[in-house]
């Protein structure tokens, strides 16, 4: 259980989201992302290793001006190091992103139930059970369908929560530890 850092403001969230991850950095992590909106479009980066590989690849984040955004430190529990498995993770569509510390103890039987409704998982993670889970319950209703997505999981967890038909917006759930 890494880091996890989330920001909605007036100021460009970019920088805010690298520096929160670069104060949690002492934790201990093996890949970081990040997600903000670009022209009302969730957009995605993300790599293994280090955070500077991360701010190099977006040039510390100062072409990116949206002022909502989720950022993402792993300590990899389920799957191993790698750029599928770091986070933020996207839904089926790309329709949401989320950010995960903690772990779903109940993903084995969540993502093959979503498998049989035809999802496809990119990665090894349990977190992504979540992002499928949330475009599922979703119908128009951002609020309803985090509300419904967190009744169907369990575990300890912090989650931070885009989705692209709200980009002023940004949930952010925890239960337990993290
Ligand atoms: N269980 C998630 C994963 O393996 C999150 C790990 C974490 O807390 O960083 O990707």
């Known amino acids: 259980m890494c880091g996890i850092v989330g920001f909605t403001g007036n100021t460009p969230a970019a920088p ?19 997600a903000v909106f670009k022209n009302d ?11 500077q590989t ?19 430190t792993r300590w990899a529990t389920h799957g191993k190091p790698s750029d599928e498995n770091a986070h933020p ?44 889970l949330l475009e599922e319950n979703y119908n128009g209703d ?8 967190i009744k169907m999981i369990e575990g300890s967890y912090a989650l931070g929560i885009l989705c692209n038909d709200f980009p002023n917006e940004m949930y952010a759930v925890k239960k337990a530890s993290p």
């Open 16 to 34: 805010i989201l690298l520096q929160g991850l670069a104060r949690l950095e002492y934790r201990g992590y093996d890949s970081a992302g990040i």
């Open 41 to 51: 479009k969730i957009k995605i980066n993300q790599a293994c290793g280090r955070l």
């Open 54 to 72: 991360l701010r190099d690849l977006i040039n510390d984040g100062k072409d990116l001006t949206s002022t909502v955004g989720i950022g993402h």
């Open 89 to 132: 993770h996207r839904s089926q569509s790309g329709l949401f992103a989320i950010v995960h510390n903690g772990i779903i103890e109940n993903y084995a039987s969540l993502r093959k139930s979503l498998i049989k409704k035809g999802y496809n998982f990119v990665s090894e993670t349990d977190t992504e059970v979540v992002a499928h």
């Open 142 to 149: 951002f609020f309803g369908a985090v509300s419904k997505t």
